[in-house]
C-alpha cells in the first residue's frame, strides 16, 4: 500500500519524526538500564549488610517473619521503571 500516503503527509519529515523518536526511546532505555544496575549496586549492599544479622535456626526466638537468611536482589529493570 505504498500509494496510499494521507493528504498533507510529507514522507520526509514522517521519516525523520519517526528517527527521532526511535532515537528517544533508545536514549531512555539506556537511562533506565543504568538506573536499574544503580539500584541492583545499592540493593546488594544493603542485603550483605543484613546478612551478618539476619537469625540463625539455633538461636532464634519468637519470630515475626519466616526463618532463613534474607532473599538477594534480583536486578534488571522492573515494570514500573521510567524515564523522566
Known sequence: MLGDIP???SVP????RRELRLAAIAEAKVKIEARAEQRLEREQAEHEAKMPR?????????????AGPPEPPTG???????SI
Not at 539476619?54 to 532464634?60: G, L, M
Not at 534488571?76 to 521510567?82: E, M, S
Open 13 to 16: 519529515e514522517e521519516l525523520e
Open 54 to 66: 539476619a537469625p540463625s535456626k539455633r538461636n532464634a526466638r519468637v519470630r515475626s517473619r519466616p
Open 76 to 82: 534488571g529493570v522492573r515494570a514500573k521503571d521510567q
Open 7 to 9: 493528504d498533507g503527509m
